[in-house]
């Protein structure tokens, strides 16, 4: 059991770049989840996908991000024209179909400057 | 989901039980308790879950009053390892998994 991987672990860019970020999951785990926490605050739920499809958005997922997961295994989410705003760990968990546990991983911090 | 109250802080001292209560006055009947933790710079790792029965595993066990209205988190030897931020989290569990709801924990400071 490898666990959660995230790329990058940091990511420093200027305000109206793109930046993309990559979750593996751990295998066979159908379900995928994106969060996002910032300083002094629990993580919120962004998105999550069962296999490849997603199926819940949260309002904090504005149009400027977008989630894929294509063949039901890896994840990424691209942020595009980023705004300081978006400085923030970005977590990614998955979760077997009949579990109770998410596992998390380590997490991806973005800078926004 | 119902709405959790933790002390935003707490201090243990080492070797000495860490007891982290949770108020979850307006749980529902088919809600669960959940508690993860997340250790400085890495992501929340589940601890462990109850629906109203005491739950015990190897990291900690989970107090559930009768009427759940409430909850404790006990680790019953801490180590300065165990310095983190506590979440518990009510949340229904259906079929699969649904995302979780953290609310801004407990800062557990584990002390030598």
């Known amino acids: 059991d490898t666990g959660v991987s995230q790329n990058p672990r940091h990511k420093i860019t200027k305000r109206g770049q793109n930046v993309t970020f990559r979750c593996d999951p751990i295998s066979e785990h159908n379900r995928l989840y994106w969060y996002r926490q910032t300083l002094g605050q629990g993580p919120e739920f962004l998105t999550y996908f069962q296999n490849e499809a997603q199926l819940e958005k949260s309002r904090l997922l504005s149009d400027r991000f977008s989630a894929e997961r294509p063949k039901g295994s890896f994840s990424t989410l691209e942020i595009q024209r980023t705004e300081q705003g978006d400085s923030a760990m970005y977590l990614c968990?998955?979760?077997?179909?009949?579990?109770?546990?998410?596992?998390f991983g380590p997490g991806t911090r973005l800078t926004v400057l | 989901d119902a709405k959790t109250t933790q002390p935003t802080s707490m201090d243990c001292a080492e070797g000495r039980a860490a007891n982290l209560p949770c108020n979850h006055s307006t749980i529902s009947g088919n809600e669960y308790v959940y508690w993860y933790r997340q250790i400085h710079s890495q992501g929340p790792q589940y601890i462990i879950h109850g629906l109203k029965n005491n739950e015990t595993n190897e990291m900690a066990s989970l107090i559930i009053t009768e009427d759940r209205k409430s909850s404790t988190l006990i680790l019953p030897h801490a180590t300065l390892r165990d310095t983190a931020v506590y979440y518990c989290?009510?949340?229904?569990?259906?079929?699969?998994?649904?995302?979780?709801?953290f609310g801004k924990g407990t800062r557990l400071s584990v002390i030598a």
């Open positions: 989290i009510v949340r229904v569990l259906v079929s699969g998994n649904t995302p979780l709801v």
């Open positions: 968990a998955s979760s077997p179909g009949t579990g109770n546990e998410q596992f």
